[in-house]
């Protein structure tokens, strides 16, 4: 049957979907080219053209530069066209034809971006300098370098864990301190201990060391209720020791940070310990040992205004080392040379004549030196001779001139007390000065109470009663304590005198001054010939003049910058000056009221009858700055008498004109004709002070502040504390049954009375670390801890009576209290937080790695210095350690303590043995704190002990306690035997 469709049949025609799709298409194609002509125009048309022929002719000259790059390699080479063999173990061709991508590095180290930056840097450096240049050699596999920076980064990470949970405020303000001070004292009984052998002062360094360490071995460790004497002499002065100390440590060190499986591949570990200890371990601690480096970075951290020009003539003066001074000496006559030869003449002449005279000075005083200590010059000046310890007693000696303090002088300077109290000790006379610092004291606060008590309301009688009530009992228990019958160290005065003290002690209301008579006349006594005038003719006040740089005058030295002296005489023209009337302002920031004191000052010229009168105000601070200058330049006019300051209702009408007319006083003295003609420059001071306008103050505000708590006369209720115990405990007793008494008068006579009198003062033991006896309840006040103990070890403050030591510690805690303010504690704790911050720890890292690869380069090692540059970098150091002492420390402590501490502890510094010592027990400090329990202490006391010395020590200690138990049985049996033999003759009768 056929189809009904004819095979010849044309197509069957467009669907009409299939049609509409197509015009439709050419439809919009045709509206699109419609649309970009009209809206660009032909020149559209033209660049669109331009632009597929230019793709076009790109990708064309791409492939033919690519395709004839890739021909000339293959000519070039000699490709083979076919594969490789199939012969061999068909895994082991996979792995070896196949090409592993080197695993990407995780670059997160510490959780801290600015830390890990830094970090990478310097692990980056490490490899290229220290591990690709010899592994290059060996293979260029990727596996290992990339194996062995995972290792690392897992020790790092390791190690940035344990430090985030370490708190580290207690290493940093008692573990570390306490440490430095103990190696400061060591240090200081070992000199101590030679000085004692030798008195000229001769010893090897190799004496001083067996000194040093022998008192590091007497001190005792408790381990497990033992006692250990541990010794770090063997691995500081013994390199193999030294090595093998370094392994163990490295060996826990990697077993604590290593991971397991890398920790127990022993050539791995071998390797990494070796590493560690020759390359890092031991030339870090050979660079901070050595002492021409730690005196670089002494010398780099202290300020440049520290090198001053006396600072700088007493290390000279009081050197003893011939090296020092002849490297000084010989780039001084290089510097001679130089400007002689600018000596020509010209406008700087005078300028170049004034520097030759300054280095030919210092050059004489090298000189001299050099003669001394080579002992060619038979007389020494007499502040060299204090350099090299030579006896006081030569200035005792007939047609010796010393300066002459007086009595009143010596009462207003804390040394000069301390010295005069210890010299009254060493008589057996202290009760005489003593007594009268007390009297003074009870004076000054009695008359602050009796004024509160006058001024308070009638509401208040009860409380006033019983301010009279202490004030008495406070009097009578001075008078039994030294002036009674019943007194155990009775000061003999006249009965009459006692009595009619008696009876003012009394009198109801008590008054201030019922000590008054047997004060005057006990400060006879001690102004007599037996006592302070004995004093002035005794070794103690040469030390004392020392002290106060009063023994000597040293000769200045012309500066090339000093202006010269002033032409203006006090004859030139006339000055005048009167305070007129006083006020009170208020300062523009802030509501605080201050008293003002308006001045009229005349000017009158020799040449020129015409006077010149204007006006000025000033404060008292600008008076009392006026007069602090005053003293430092004129010392002779520091006893006039200047009005003292005042803390409350010092702003009232009648005090103002009180202290208007005091202050004019003091003006009119020091205006005095015959006061400015034997003060030099003092009218041009005065002169100064009274220009119009803001004065420029000469002192900070610091020293004005340190003035007023140095000075005892001004604060002698907070520096007299010399009462016995009982005075104070029956005080406080009785405190506790008034009613209504006023807390500020228990607190200021428990505070101004506290007893180191003769009854209950005692020296601090000398192995004794904290030295916080005299805190009073504040040892938790973590920078007046560190100052004392610090002050106690460099300037041997412990071998101070108590009375100085105490008042030391009342003026650090107004200095800190005036730096810091009250929240102490919390300012150190954030300025610990602040070092150990993300920040701060980044900032390190890069100075780290700008130290060992400046500019991204390994730096050259350091070049070797002369021995001429090292002994001048000596110089250098000592005159800026000196010259950065506080003149507040220098007042406080003396200046001659000053310069023999400052001198201890930079001589401490130039024995490697000693700073290698210093280094490991910091070392150890940090690994105890870092692995508190991994009992790191433990091993360390294994290690020590294990010294010959340590051991003989605690060998001696074990024959010391069998002789003891030894006596102690001989004692028992002969006391069993008497008692036997007793028995025998009571049964025998």
Same mark, same amino acid.
Request: glycine share 6%; aromatic share 8%.
């Given at each position: 049957?056929?189809?009904?469709?004819?095979?010849?049949?044309?197509?069957?025609?467009p669907?009409?979907?299939?049609s509409?799709?197509?015009?439709?298409?050419?439809?919009?194609a045709?509206?699109?080219g419609?649309?970009?002509?009209?809206t660009f125009?032909l020149?559209?048309?033209?660049?669109?053209?331009?632009?597929?022929l230019?793709?076009?002719?790109?990708?064309?000259?791409?492939a033919?530069?690519?395709?004839r790059?890739?021909?000339?390699v =293959?000519?070039?080479?000699?490709?083979?066209?076919f594969?490789?063999?199939?012969?061999?173990?068909?895994k082991?061709v996979?792995?070896?034809?196949?090409i592993?991508?080197v695993?990407?590095v995780?670059?997160r180290?510490?959780?801290s971006?600015?830390?890990d930056?830094?970090l990478?840097?310097?692990?980056?450096?490490?490899?290229r300098?220290?591990?690709?240049?010899?592994?290059?050699?060996?293979?260029d596999h990727?596996g290992?370098?990339y194996?062995?920076?995972?290792?690392i980064?897992?020790?790092?990470?390791a190690?940035?864990?344990?430090?985030?949970e370490?708190?580290w405020?207690?290493?940093?303000?008692?573990?570390?301190?306490?440490?430095?001070?103990?190696?400061?004292?060591?240090?200081?009984?070992?000199?101590e201990?030679?000085k004692?052998?030798?008195?000229?002062?001769?010893?090897?360094?190799e004496?001083?060391?067996?000194?040093f360490?022998?008192?590091?071995?007497k001190?005792?460790v408790?381990?497990d209720?033992?006692?250990?004497?541990?010794c770090?002499?063997?691995i500081?002065?013994?390199?193999e020791?030294?090595?093998?100390?370094l392994?163990?440590?490295s060996?826990?060190?990697?077993?604590l940070l290593?991971?397991?499986?890398?920790y127990h591949?022993?050539?791995?570990?071998?390797i990494?310990?070796?590493?560690?200890?020759?390359?890092v371990?031991i030339?870090?601690?050979?660079?901070l040992?050595d002492p021409?480096?730690?005196?670089?970075?002494?010398a780099w =951290?202290?300020?440049?205004?520290?090198l001053t020009k006396e600072?700088?003539?007493?290390?000279?003066?009081?050197?003893?080392?011939?090296?020092?001074?002849?490297?000084?000496?010989?780039k001084v006559?290089?510097?001679?040379a130089?400007?002689?030869?600018?000596?020509?003449?010209?406008s700087?002449?005078t300028e170049?004549?004034?520097?030759?005279s300054?280095?030919?000075?210092v050059?004489?005083?090298?000189?001299?030196?050099i003669a001394?200590?080579?002992?060619d010059?038979?007389e020494?000046?007499?502040?060299?001779?204090l350099g090299?310890?030579?006896?006081?007693?030569?200035?005792?000696?007939p047609?010796?001139?010393?300066?002459?303090?007086?009595?009143?002088?010596?009462?207003s300077?804390?040394?000069?007390?301390?010295?005069?109290?210890?010299?009254?000790?060493?008589?057996?006379?202290q009760v005489?000065i003593?007594?009268y610092?007390?009297?003074?004291a009870?004076r000054v606060s009695?008359?602050q109470?009796i004024?509160a008590?006058?001024?308070?309301?009638?509401e208040?009688?009860?409380?006033?009663?019983?301010?009279?009530?202490?004030?008495?009992?406070?009097?009578l228990?001075l008078?039994n304590q030294y002036l009674?019958?019943?007194?155990?160290?009775?000061?003999?005065?006249?009965e009459?005198?006692?009595?009619?003290?008696l009876?003012?002690?009394?009198?109801?209301?008590p008054?201030?001054?019922?000590?008054?008579?047997?004060?005057?006349?006990?400060?006879?006594?001690?102004?007599?010939?037996?006592y302070?005038?004995?004093?002035?003719?005794?070794?103690i006040y040469v030390?004392?003049?020392?002290?106060l740089d009063?023994?000597?005058?040293?000769?200045?030295v012309?500066?090339?910058?000093e202006?010269?002296?002033?032409?203006?005489l006090?004859?030139e023209?006339?000055?005048?000056?009167?305070v007129?009337?006083?006020g009170?302002?208020?300062?523009?920031?802030?509501?605080?009221?201050?008293?003002?004191?308006f001045?009229r000052?005349?000017?009158?010229?020799?040449?020129?009858?015409?006077?010149?009168?204007?006006?000025?105000?000033?404060?008292?601070?600008?008076?009392h700055?006026?007069?602090m200058?005053?003293?430092d330049?004129?010392?002779?006019?520091?006893?006039?008498n200047?009005?003292s300051?005042?803390l409350?209702?010092n702003?009232?009408?009648?005090?103002?004109?009180?202290?208007?007319k005091?202050?004019?006083h003091?003006l009119?003295t020091?205006l005095?004709?015959?006061?400015?003609?034997n003060?030099?420059?003092l009218?041009?001071?005065?002169?100064?002070?009274?220009?119009?306008?803001?004065?420029?103050k000469?002192k900070?505000?610091m020293?004005?502040?340190?003035?007023?708590?140095?000075?005892?006369?001004?604060?002698?209720?907070?520096?007299?504390k010399?009462?016995?115990?009982?005075?104070?405990?029956?005080?406080i007793?009785?405190?506790?049954?008034i009613?209504?008494?006023p807390?500020d008068?228990v607190?200021?006579f428990g505070?101004?009375?506290?007893?180191?009198?003769?009854?209950?003062?005692?020296?601090d033991?000398?192995?004794?670390l904290?030295?916080?006896?005299?805190?009073?309840g504040?040892a938790d006040?973590?920078?007046?801890?560190?100052?004392l103990l610090?002050m106690?070890?460099?300037f041997?403050?412990?071998s101070?009576?108590?009375w100085?030591?105490?008042?030391?510690?009342?003026v650090l805690?107004?200095?800190?209290?005036?730096?810091?303010?009250?929240?102490?504690?919390?300012?150190?704790?954030?300025?610990?937080?602040?070092?150990?911050?993300a920040e701060?720890?980044?900032?390190?890292?890069?100075?780290?790695?700008?130290?060992?690869?400046?500019?991204?380069?390994?730096?050259e090692?350091r070049?070797?210095?002369?021995?001429?540059?090292?002994m001048r970098?000596?110089?250098?150091?000592?005159?800026?350690?000196?010259?950065?002492?506080?003149d507040?420390v220098r007042?406080?402590?003396?200046?001659?303590?000053?310069?023999?501490g400052?001198?201890?502890?930079?001589e401490?510094?130039?024995?490697?043995?000693?700073?290698?010592?210093?280094l490991y027990?910091?070392?150890?400090? =940090?690994?105890?704190?870092l692995?508190?329990?991994?009992?790191?202490?433990?091993?360390?006391?294994?290690?020590?002990?294990?010294?010959p010395?340590?051991?003989?020590?605690?060998?001696?200690?074990?024959l010391?306690?069998e002789?003891?138990?030894?006596?102690?049985?001989?004692?028992e049996r002969?006391?069993?035997?008497?008692a036997?033999?007793?028995n025998?003759?009571?049964?025998?009768?």
């Amino acid at each position: 049957m056929s189809s009904p469709v004819s095979a010849d049949k044309p197509p069957a025609a467009p669907t009409p979907i299939a049609s509409g799709m197509a015009s439709s298409v050419w439809g919009w194609a045709v509206l699109g080219g419609t649309l970009y002509f009209t809206t660009f125009g032909l020149t559209g048309g033209i660049c669109v053209i331009l632009y597929v022929l230019a793709f076009v002719a790109g990708c064309l000259t791409i492939a033919y530069y690519i395709g004839r790059k890739q021909s000339i390699v =293959m000519l070039e080479y000699g490709q083979p066209s076919f594969g490789y063999p199939r012969r061999g173990i068909p895994k082991l061709v996979k792995e070896v034809t196949t090409i592993k991508p080197v695993p990407k590095v995780d670059k997160r180290l510490t959780g801290s971006n600015v830390i890990d930056e830094a970090l990478q840097e310097v692990l980056e450096y490490t490899f290229r300098d220290y591990i690709h240049v010899w592994y290059q050699r060996l293979s260029d596999h990727e596996g290992f370098k990339y194996d062995m920076r995972q290792t690392i980064q897992k020790v790092v990470i390791a190690f940035s864990s344990r430090t985030k949970e370490i708190d580290w405020v207690p290493y940093l303000t008692t573990r570390l301190v306490d440490d430095f001070t103990s190696h400061v004292r060591m240090f200081r009984k070992a000199k101590e201990k030679m000085k004692a052998k030798d008195k000229d002062g001769k010893y090897t360094e190799e004496e001083l060391m067996e000194a040093f360490f022998d008192q590091e071995a007497k001190h005792e460790v408790k381990k497990d209720c033992n006692s250990l004497h541990i010794c770090r002499d063997m691995i500081c002065l013994k390199k193999e020791s030294e090595i093998q100390f370094l392994q163990d440590l490295s060996e826990v060190l990697l077993f604590l940070l290593l991971p397991p499986e890398d920790y127990h591949n022993k050539p791995f570990r071998y390797i990494c310990r070796e590493v560690m200890v020759n390359g890092v371990f031991i030339p870090s601690i050979d660079l901070l040992s050595d002492p021409d480096y730690i005196n670089q970075y002494i010398a780099w =951290m202290c300020k440049e205004d520290t090198l001053t020009k006396e600072a700088f003539l007493t290390v000279l003066k009081t050197s003893d080392t011939i090296e020092e001074l002849q490297a000084v000496r010989e780039k001084v006559d290089l510097d001679i040379a130089k400007y002689r030869a600018k000596d020509t003449g010209g406008s700087e002449d005078t300028e170049i004549k004034r520097q030759l005279s300054s280095l030919q000075y210092v050059k004489v005083t090298c000189d001299k030196q050099i003669a001394r200590l080579r002992g060619d010059l038979d007389e020494v000046d007499a502040g060299d001779a204090l350099g090299a310890n030579s006896e006081y007693l030569q200035y005792l000696a007939p047609g010796k001139a010393l300066y002459s303090l007086s009595f009143e002088e010596m009462l207003s300077n804390n040394l000069a007390l301390a010295a005069f109290i210890d010299y009254m000790t060493s008589i057996g006379a202290q009760v005489y000065i003593y007594f009268y610092l007390n009297i003074d004291a009870y004076r000054v606060s009695a008359e602050q109470q009796i004024s509160a008590a006058r001024e308070s309301t009638q509401e208040d009688e009860e409380s006033t009663e019983a301010i009279y009530e202490m004030l008495q009992s406070a009097a009578l228990s001075l008078y039994n304590q030294y002036l009674s019958e019943k007194a155990t160290q009775r000061i003999t005065l006249d009965e009459a005198l006692l009595r009619r003290t008696l009876h003012k002690i009394k009198q109801r209301p008590p008054h201030a001054d019922c000590f008054e008579e047997v004060r005057c006349k006990v400060c006879e006594i001690l102004e007599g010939d037996n006592y302070y005038k004995a004093f002035k003719k005794s070794t103690i006040y040469v030390k004392l003049l020392a002290e106060l740089d009063l023994l000597n005058k040293d000769v200045e030295v012309p500066e090339a910058d000093e202006p010269p002296e002033a032409t203006i005489l006090n004859d030139e023209f006339h000055l005048e000056a009167t305070v007129i009337s006083s006020g009170v302002m208020k300062e523009e920031k802030g509501n605080k009221s201050y008293a003002v004191y308006f001045i009229r000052v005349m000017k009158r010229e020799r040449t020129d009858g015409e006077p010149e009168i204007w006006d000025c105000y000033r404060r008292y601070s600008d008076f009392h700055d006026l007069h602090m200058t005053i003293t430092d330049k004129y010392p002779s006019l520091a006893t006039l008498n200047f009005p003292s300051k005042k803390l409350i209702d010092n702003l009232k009408e009648e005090f103002l004109e009180k202290r208007k007319k005091e202050l004019d006083h003091y003006l009119q003295t020091l205006l005095n004709r015959d006061v400015l003609a034997n003060n030099r420059g003092l009218l041009q001071l005065i002169y100064g002070f009274m220009q119009p306008g803001l004065w420029e103050k000469g002192k900070s505000e610091m020293a004005r502040k340190m003035d007023s708590i140095v000075n005892p006369l001004k604060m002698m209720g907070n520096a007299v504390k010399s009462v016995p115990d009982n005075f104070v405990d029956g005080m406080i007793k009785m405190s506790g049954g008034i009613r209504g008494l006023p807390k500020d008068l228990v607190d200021g006579f428990g505070k101004i009375l506290k007893g180191v009198g003769p009854a209950t003062e005692k020296r601090d033991s000398l192995e004794d670390l904290d030295g916080l006896d005299t805190l009073d309840g504040e040892a938790d006040n973590i920078p007046l801890r560190i100052m004392l103990l610090l002050m106690d070890e460099v300037f041997d403050l412990k071998s101070k009576n108590q009375w100085l030591r105490r008042r030391i510690v009342a003026v650090l805690r107004q200095i800190i209290k005036m730096a810091m303010g009250d929240s102490i504690n919390r300012k150190i704790l954030d300025h610990v937080e602040l070092m150990t911050s993300a920040e701060q720890v980044a900032e390190y890292v890069q100075q780290f790695r700008d130290s060992f690869w400046p500019g991204g380069i390994l730096a050259e090692p350091r070049p070797e210095r002369d021995l001429n540059t090292m002994m001048r970098t000596r110089v250098i150091t000592k005159t800026k350690m000196l010259g950065g002492v506080a003149d507040e420390v220098r007042h406080l402590v003396g200046s001659e303590t000053t310069r023999k501490g400052v001198f201890r502890v930079f001589e401490m510094f130039q024995y490697k043995a000693l700073n290698r010592r210093l280094l490991y027990v910091i070392m150890e400090g =940090m690994m105890e704190t870092l692995f508190p329990d991994n009992k790191f202490r433990d091993i360390f006391l294994k290690i020590h002990s294990k010294s010959p010395r340590a051991a003989s020590r605690l060998e001696e200690k074990r024959l010391v306690m069998e002789e003891e138990e030894r006596v102690r049985s001989e004692k028992e049996r002969a006391r069993s035997e008497s008692a036997e033999k007793t028995n025998k003759k009571k049964k025998g009768k």
